[in-house]
């Protein structure tokens, strides 16, 4: 079994806990096609009881590769979500 050693939290402050709600909804549905490998999972500030207005995203990767090509993904999506709220939101 192969341990997730490197791991990386991102913090994105949004403008309601709606918006939150919204993005975590539409980021976390997609499965991770390889869970050996890594490993994401989605909080809002909330949930962590945390006075912030912010969607925490934490990933655990198997190696510093993995884990960089999901934060990528990740922000490319996040993007798009954030682009839409502005539009939208």
Do not use: W
């Not at 490998?37 to 993995?66: H, M, N, P, T």
């Amino acid at each position: 079994m192969t341990t997730l050693d490197y791991k990386l939290d991102l913090n994105i402050p949004l403008e309601s806990l709606q918006h939150v709600e919204y993005v975590k909804n539409s980021l976390s549905p997609d499965p991770v096609l390889k869970p050996t490998e890594i490993q994401v999972d989605f909080y809002s500030s909330k949930e962590l009881l945390s006075d912030d207005i912010a969607l925490i995203i934490k990933f655990q990767g198997q190696s510093d590769r993995i884990l960089r090509v999901a934060v990528n993904n990740m922000i490319e999506n996040l993007k798009t979500c954030i682009e839409c709220l502005e539009v939208f939101g």
